[in-house]
C-alpha cells in the first residue's frame, strides 16, 4: 500500500522526467527505479511507464504544434517505421547482465557527447533539410530499429534520435526535437498496447505519472522553441555526461 507522498514524489519525478525526455532523453533512467522502488517487478515499471510517455508525447507535440514548428508528414513516415520495430521490441525477451548492459550504455552516452562537441559547426542559414528521396528510406530504416529499442526498454533512445536527425537530416534541433517527439508518440502506442495485452502495466501507477510527464514535456516544448538550438544543445550535453556517469557507477 502506497502512502499519499509516494504519488507526489511520482508527480514530481515525472515532471523532470517530461523535461528531459523531451530536451534531450534518456528520462526513463530516472522514472524505472522509481516505479521500482515502489514496489512494481521490472517488467511492470517498464510497461507502466509507457503509459506516462505516451501523454507526454502527445502533450510534447501538442506544444510544439502551438509554437508553429511542425514536421509532417516526415514525422508520420518515421513514425510508421519505428511502431513496426517497437511491435518486434517489445515482444523481445534477452537475458542481458544489467552491469554490462548499462556500462555499454554509458560508454555510448559518452560517444555521443563526443560527437557533439567535436562535430564541426553546421551554420543554420546553411543547412537544406534532407527529408525526401534516398534520405527518407535510410530514415525510415534506421527508425525501424530505433523502434526496435524502443519497444524493448527506450532509455536513452532521445539522444541517438536527434543527433541521426540533426546530422544526417540536417535539422536544426528545435524541429529535430519535435520530430523525435511525434515519432516517440506513434510508436509507444504499439509498445503499450503489447505491455498491456501481457498484462504489464499498473494504469493507477501509470497515469500519476503520466500528470508529472505531461506537465514536463509541455513546458518542455514550448520552453526550448523559446531557449533554441544552444540550450537545447547544453542541455543534451549535461543531461548525457550525467547519464553516462549513473550508468557507469550506480
Not at 112 to 129: A, D, S, T, Y
Not at 183 to 191: D, H, K, N, R, T
Amino acid at each position: 500500500m502506497l502512502e499519499w507522498y509516494h504519488y507526489l514524489l511520482l508527480v514530481a519525478v515525472g515532471f523532470a522526467v517530461g523535461f528531459i525526455n523531451t530536451v534531450a532523453g534518456g528520462g526513463s533512467l530516472l522514472s524505472l527505479p522509481t516505479l521500482i522502488f515502489l514496489g512494481l517487478p521490472p517488467a511492470v515499471a517498464n510497461g507502466t511507464n509507457r503509459v506516462a510517455i505516451v501523454v507526454q508525447t502527445a502533450l510534447g507535440t501538442a506544444g510544439f504544434r502551438s509554437k508553429g514548428v511542425i514536421t509532417f508528414p516526415f514525422n508520420i513516415y518515421l513514425g510508421i517505421s519505428a511502431f513496426l520495430g517497437s511491435i518486434i521490441g517489445a515482444y523481445i525477451a534477452v537475458d542481458i547482465d544489467g552491469e554490462t548492459f548499462n556500462r555499454i550504455l554509458a560508454i555510448v552516452m559518452l560517444a555521443v557527447v563526443l560527437i557533439i562537441i567535436f562535430k564541426p559547426k553546421m551554420r543554420i542559414g546553411e543547412m537544406q533539410e534532407r527529408l525526401t528521396g534516398k534520405y527518407l528510406w535510410v530514415s525510415m530504416i534506421v527508425f525501424f530499429f530505433f523502434g526496435i529499442y524502443g519497444g524493448f526498454i527506450n532509455a536513452g533512445l532521445g539522444f541517438l534520435m536527434l543527433l541521426f536527425l540533426h546530422y544526417f537530416n540536417q535539422m536544426n534541433l528545435v524541429r529535430s526535437n519535435a520530430t523525435k517527439v511525434a515519432v516517440v508518440f506513434i510508436y509507444m502506442l504499439a509498445a503499450l498496447a503489447v505491455f498491456a495485452f501481457n498484462d504489464k502495466v499498473d494504469w493507477k501507477l501509470g497515469f500519476v505519472l503520466a500528470i508529472g510527464n505531461g506537465s514536463g514535456a509541455w513546458f518542455a516544448s514550448r520552453f526550448s522553441v523559446k531557449k533554441g538550438d544552444g540550450f537545447i544543445k547544453t542541455f543534451l550535453v549535461i543531461a548525457v555526461v550525467l547519464m553516462a556517469i549513473k550508468l557507469w557507477f550506480f
